[in-house]
């Protein structure tokens, strides 16, 4: 199969040439790298004949002029939940970390980053970085070690590492706000981004998937040090989502027992159980409009405990709409992955990856942060995949943030937010925190 970045210039350059005419000086610089981008890896062998004909019998029906006659929705409707998935609003506090220098250098000895040289010296609270790798190491931090005591939940948390699953477009320093509050409370943190490049000029078995087998690789490594440590993934939209079902998959053709390991999975905005191009379109749209695109904007204030009111009143959000070029860009971009999606390696591969996260799935503890603003991903599509999960027989909460916009469930309200991650690590998780004195 040609590699994305092949087949993909015809329609970005023309939702490009629209945005240009009346978007901000970013906006326009931000396209204007992925048209270099694209054209500087385009081969003339990249796209088969066949995927030529398929494409041209819809890109050349699009030009700016039938862009511009194009009548636009006006409004977008809030997807209302249509099931009882609430769960209750925590009030639950983490006893202090309690460790060793030792053990916490123990810890990093074997968590050596795969094919780095072993740093001569060890800095409790520092980040590490693999060379050429897209993983970043973060150890806890000193205020979260007290040498004073000991206790059987403080040995868990420090052989437990939280993997965070970076969303489309994110970087290392967006996931940083994350990984400082797990290091804060004394777990051990891994972050992992797919940068854009990559996931843009994606091919089957390319550098995007090595670097989830270079990540599987470290974890598996680190694992193999000790049968009492253990995983949780956070993931972050269907990206993080999808690399979440990378690694499941490799889990399970390298050693099933790494299966055993994963001990819980938080599911920031997602997921989408089938390979759907609308929400592809608006990923994307949202990953290269950044501030600029509509969904980022929230709507009113949002609670957990609300979402019972809105749904039994039927209260609509009033949310902003979306602006001619970004209707005009997701226009484009739902016909391309109509075609890409469909591409049989493609279609085949994402096939496999969703059915590992639809029935595959570690016997663990899920929870789910979503929202019925969220623009990106519907909030319907969640609860659905949630009841499929509970009818498989995982152990499921959840929590609908109402009106935060996609991926900003922390930002929109950090205290929700952190009292729902610390209720389900201590109360599910590692369930002997709630013994510990």
């Known amino acids: 199969m040609g590699s994305f970045s092949g087949i993909i210039q015809r329609p970005l350059v023309a939702a490009s040439a629209v945005i240009a005419a009346s978007v901000s000086a970013d ?7 992925l048209r ?28 700016d002029s039938k862009l511009s006659d194009l009548s636009f929705v006006s409004r977008i409707r809030v997807p209302v939940p249509s099931v009882d998935l ?10 202090p970390s309690v460790t060793s220098l ?15 040289s072993k740093p001569a010296a060890f800095t409790i609270g520092a980040s590490l970085v693999a060379p050429d790798v897209s993983y970043r190491w973060h ?25 965070l699953l970076g969303w489309l477009g994110s970087k290392q320093k967006h996931l940083k706000k994350y990984a400082d509050w797990y290091t804060s409370r004394g777990y051990h943190v891994i972050t992992f981004t797919l940068p854009m490049n990559e996931i843009m000029s994606y091919q089957v078995g390319g550098k995007a998937e090595k670097n989830i087998e270079s990540l599987v690789n470290h974890l598996a490594d680190w694992l193999d040090e000790e ?10 939209s269907n990206t993080g989502w999808l690399t979440y079902g990378a690694i499941l998959e490799r889990f399970q053709k390298q050693d099933s027992s790494l299966m055993g390991r994963v001990k819980g999975c938080i599911v920031d905005s997602a997921p989408v159980a089938a390979a759907d191009p609308t929400v592809w379109a608006s990923g994307f749209s949202a990953a290269f409009l950044k501030k600029n695109s509509v969904a980022t904007k929230g709507s009113a204030s949002s609670s957990c405990e609300s979402t019972v009111e809105a749904r039994i009143n039927g209260i609509n959000f009033s949310q902003p709409k979306p602006a001619v070029t970004e209707t005009a860009l997701l226009l484009v971009l739902e016909k391309f992955f109509a075609v890409i999606l469909n591409l049989p390696k493609v279609n085949r591969r994402l096939g496999d990856v969703l059915e590992t996260l639809s029935s595959a799935q570690p016997r663990c503890p899920q929870l789910y942060v979503y929202s019925s603003a969220d623009r990106v991903i519907p909030a319907g599509q969640v609860e659905s995949f949630i009841v499929e999960q509970r009818k ?6 959840a929590c609908n943030f109402i009106s935060s916009p996609h991926v900003d469930h922390f930002r929109s309200n950090p205290e929700l937010y952190t009292a729902e991650l610390n209720h389900f690590m201590d109360n599910f998780v590692l369930a002997c925190c709630n013994h510990s004195s």
């Open 86 to 95: 609430l769960a209750p609003n925590p009030s639950c506090s983490l006893a």
């Open 27 to 33: 906006v326009s610089e931000r396209f204007s790298s």
């Open 227 to 236: 049968q009492k440590k253990n995983l949780v993934f956070h993931t972050f």
């Open 392 to 397: 498989a027989g995982h152990e499921v909460r």
């Open 139 to 163: 150890l806890p931090e000193t205020s979260a070690i007290d040498l004073s005591s000991s206790s059987s939940c403080v040995s868990e948390k420090n052989r437990t590492v939280v993997v």
């Open 36 to 63: 270099s981008l694209v054209r500087g890896s385009e081969s003339p062998a990249s796209v088969s004949g066949s995927v030529q004909e398929e494409r041209s019998l819809w890109v050349s029906q699009i030009s």
């Open 102 to 116: 030792s053990a916490l250098r123990s810890v990093y000895h074997s968590a050596e980053l795969a094919k780095a």
